[in-house]
């Protein structure tokens, strides 16, 4: 029965079956009643991990070292149990950041970096490349061994067979083929794949299935159940001995540690993995179910190994058969040839699971991380005139799938030969266990930067390729062993496998020592004394905070730039369609309560970040920023600006302090303002009394000149004794009009500051005799007598004669005019007191009431004001007087009581002796 | 008969050209010099017409002019304002408190003349 042909048949029916499941949960993707979205088909997904390693070669581990093949299973068994922490944390990261690959993820978290997903695709796909051999050669070797049957035989040495001639290279082919048809059909905005995540769950059972079968078939139909194989182990000492966990394992505690520490980084870090149940996952919650069914399946599929192992030993002579081949060789040997197809589809299962994810994984970020990001910044004006890009995307796509496959092909024929399956796998785990610092460190530690990530990653994978890649093309007779022997160029020192001496670890452990020594080390350094941009430290918060924040917004906080609607519609179209662009454009509005396209959408910072969000999730964070940037004139904001924005927010609180304090300083300026102008308008209304009195003033004396002056020329009759008073009246009013306004004048000039002050010395003895004559003539007609009383000498003061002598005259002519006819007695009095002279001028008439005291010295006012007699005066000589005296630092009063006559006073300060000008010789 | 007219100013020279131009013109003439005078010769004598000066002690014209337009028994009696002060607000406020007229100081002689008797229906 196992024909050729029938064994090809039934592997294409197979795949057959895969892809028609693929193609079934696509469509009831695209009619919106998704299949995968449970949990049970989310978990299965996951164990993609378990490929044609864990089918044929935990066996062949087991043969030889015994249950030293565990922990590449304790490992991811542990992990999951932090998953919970950390899983979760890198899931939330990647929806709100529409993060499409390990090497997006990484790249964007590092300040969307376009060389660092470059190189983290790089490494990934050259340290997948012996994983892919690894599959490639189970398939082919089983397939070769199946042919034999019934006889066992082993396949032969890998490059004797021609290429073309060889299993392998067709397989890789088909492998390719089938990728292609699985993976590339159309463009995902978010990357999911859904028909390819139902057919892996579906394989995971297929696989399960079939190990659980010859497992069963192994322990129950060759030997009599577990009781029976364990005993009859024991009794092998060689067997015995590999039952004990520690002794039976190379290199004792470290290789555990150290295996299980790598299968650890290889459940999240593996590029297949991290597609299944980072990008491929639709819902935070199924993770809940994944912990603890994933280790379920573990369990499950672990169960028979050592009773298979074990099984092969005893049954095989030894070093007949490959262990590797256990599971397909005992049921051949006892003829279950249905067994044995079941568990050949069994292996192809579990390998070409691998070889999908792995290689559609490891596309994704070739085409968005490596070729994309060179392409749009070599041939950036020719690709921005292309509408549609999708096909570009896609050719690129199956362009690396091919290339991966053949380059595994490549590996597989090169050194393919050189270790066990388990080797090989665990070289391609040691590779991806250099992106734990820089994933596990950007979620945790806000501090990494690019540039520390970048030497992290390089120091580690050149440590890897050292110490690791290098040997197995040694071994395999591609470089000189005496390269591994004695070191490069003979230093011994350098030995790949003994690194600066450290010796008595198998290869794996000293390899992982060395290489996450030089990946943290660098990574650490690095970081700790670089600076970072404003681009790293913006998505540094983002990721590190990403529980913290509240939603997708959080991106655009810091953003700065001016862009057009149109010009993002136009670029995302390019990448997802007008139908993905639309329905995102939709998506946007709705949630802001509009309709595209009827209402308008503002291109603010929001927006733009939206689009790039989305566009991140066709072609990668780091291409997604090119793009945004071409089509946005923005404005590199940086970390300066950025700070500045966030103390703005800061510096209003103490501004709108300040601003308190000013509208308080505001209202006390106003409240001035306001008396100010009181006092202005009190001064103008005064202005306007003293304008408006002095006119009437000047009017009073004009109209009886006017009146007697018309009597006079109308009527020449009138009799000479009327006429003459007549004239009287007109000459004395003239006089009086005269009087009053020069002394308008004269205190206009004094007011307004503009008199001529002279400062000369004066002899006030002089000043009051030469006042005393002046009025001598009037008293003598009215009878008063004026008595001086001086000293014999006084000092001079410095001052204006003039004025002095009118202030005194003034005086002196009110005292006359007070006193009563015949009897009235004036004295004056100067006398000096404490640096100052004083002139008293007393007279005896009726004296002056408290409240004319009051008003004699303002303007127009007189004693008198009441009486039925009008005095005559102007009512501006006391004004003008105070004026004068206080021009010369003096004072000007008055003390008297009603009967008892009134005594004005005046002082004058007197200056010191050099102090006074003589006047000019008369 | 001749019309009566009272002269109500505090300034004397002034009282005496208008007591002789008012003589001459043929009016009886009496004199007050003070507001509270001015009120009582008014009621005592009730002259046909009043030349009433607003700067007096003890009772300005205004008042005087206010108080006299109150009065039913004297509202016959014609009162002209006779002020220094120009403003046009002065001379609304008169006429608004009832005067039949306002002239500003200095007067034409003439003029005043022709105004009284225009006033009094005299024709001279």
Redesign the interface.
Known sequence: MLQGWVIVLTSFAYLGLLFAIAFYADQRADAGRSIIASPYVYSLSLAVYATAWTFYGSVGRAASDGVGFLPIYIGPTLMIALWWVVMRKILRISKQNRITSLADFIASRYGKSALLGGVVTVIAVIGILPYISLQLKAISSSFTIVLQYPQIIMPGKVDAVPVLQDTAFWVALILAAFTIAFGTRHLDAAEHHEGMVAAIAFESLVKLLAFLAVGAFVTFGIYNGFGDLFGRAAGDPKLNAMMTPLDGVAGGYASWVWLTILSMMAIMFLPRQFQVTVIENVNEKHLNKAIWLFPLYMLAINIFVLPIAFGGLLHFPEGTVDADTFVLTLPMSEKQELLALLVFIGGLSAATGMVIVETIALSTMVCNDLVMPVLLRLQRLRLNERSDLTGLLLGIRRGAIVGILLLGYLYFRLAGEAYALVSIGLISFAAVAQFAPVVLGGIFWKGGTRLGALAGLSAGFAVWLYTLLLPALARSDWLPIRFIEDGPFGIALLKPLELFGLTGLDQITHAMIWSMLANIGAYLAVSVWGTRSADEHRQASLFVDVFGQAGEAGGARFWRGTASVPDLYNVLARFLGSAGADSAFNDYAGARGLTWPSDPLIADADFVHFVEVQLAGAIGAASARIMIASVVKEEALTLDEVRAIVDEASQVVAYSHRLEQKSRELEAATTELRAANERLKELDRLKDEFV?TV??????????????S??LR??PNVDAA?RRK?LE?IT??TERLTRLINQVLDLSKIESGKADWQELRVDMREVISDTVSAMDQLCQERGIQIETRVPERVPPVSGDVDRIIQVMLNLLSNAVKFCEAGRGRIEIALSERGGRLRVDVRDNGPGISAEDQAIIFDKFRQAG????N?PQGTGLGLHICRHIIAHHGGELWVESRPGAGACFSFTLPIQPADAIVLPAAA | MGKQVLIADDEPNIVTALEFLLQRNGYEVSIARNGDEALKLIEQNRPDLVLLDVMMPLRSGYEVCQMVRAREDLRHIKIVVLTAKGRPADANKGLALGADLYITKPFSNRELIAKINGLLDVHS
């Open positions: 408006s006119t009437h003033e000047l009017r009073t004396p004009l109209t009886s000149i006017r009146a007697f018309e009597i109308e009527d009327q007549f009246i004395k009013e004001d009441t009486l039925t009008k």
